[in-house]
């Protein structure tokens, strides 16, 4: 969610939201380090692009937060996110492509 600058997360909203009679909301995610200005800005492109609402979320903002992006610690082994079978994954059961 941090790879992609928090006015294109409002613009993919404010393209979904024009096809739809609610708001359905996508959360936009914010760096620690963004300032009001950062979110007034998000909120009048929000407004400027009529959306009928958003969300914002800046990381850190509350404590015991569900994810949270770390560093392994220094020479752990990194573990994959999770590993599941070809059946759920979408590939060939037969050939794994």
């Known amino acids: 969610a941090f790879d992609v600058p928090p006015a294109w997360h409002v613009r993919m909203q404010a393209a979904f939201q024009k096809h739809t009679d609610n708001a359905?909301?996508?959360?936009?995610n914010m760096p620690a380090d963004a300032t009001q200005s950062d979110v007034r800005d998000a909120y009048m492109l929000a407004y400027d692009l009529k959306c009928k609402g958003i969300t914002i979320y800046?990381?850190?903002?509350?404590?015991?937060q569900v994810l949270e992006v770390s560093e392994a610690p220094e020479g752990a082994a990194r573990?994959?996110?999770a590993q599941v079978?070809?059946?759920?994954t979408g590939e060939c059961r037969e050939c794994g492509t």
């Open 58 to 64: 800046r990381y850190g903002s509350v404590a015991g």
């Open 24 to 28: 359905v909301s996508k959360t936009i």
């Open 85 to 88: 079978p070809a059946e759920f």
């Open 79 to 81: 573990e994959p996110f």
